[in-house]
């Protein structure tokens, strides 16, 4: 099974970037044979598609919320995958959570999703 390791979260202030991480914790986890993706969930909420990118790279897809603010990109090399942040708003205000899935390109859904990390909190001040 496949185990996924967010970092990179925090407090910031509205207006800020930030840079998430997502990291295969197992030293053979066959990176390239999986969609990656990041959901957030803020408090009260329902787990919320951000982005997703292909197995190779090449394609990718943004929710409407985040759409030219975030960028998701991924070095299979490295066994990584990054979630881009600019211009945070407090409506940024979640726990990301990196998602996998063995296709080559996935969807917004979250039942599309069979591997969850357990999420990096993110916090955005007004």
């Known amino acids: 099974q496949v185990q996924l390791v967010e970092s990179g979260g925090g407090l910031v202030q509205a207006g800020s970037s930030l840079t998430l991480s997502c990291a295969c914790a197992d030293s053979d986890c066959a990176f390239d044979r999986w969609a990656m993706g990041w959901f957030r969930q803020a408090p009260g909420q329902v787990r919320d598609f951000v982005a997703v990118?292909?197995?190779?790279?090449?394609?990718?897809e943004y929710s409407d919320a985040v759409k030219g603010r975030v960028a998701i990109s991924r070095e299979n090399a490295k066994n990584t995958v990054i979630l881009q942040m600019n211009d945070l708003k407090p409506e940024d205000t979640a726990v990301y959570h990196c998602?996998?899935?063995?296709?080559?390109?996935?969807?917004?859904?979250?039942?599309?999703?069979?591997?969850w990390g357990q999420g990096t909190h993110v916090t955005v001040a007004s």
């Open positions: 998602v996998a899935q063995a296709t080559a390109l996935s969807d917004y859904l979250p039942r599309s999703y069979s591997i």
């Open positions: 990118i292909s197995r190779n790279g090449a394609s990718t």
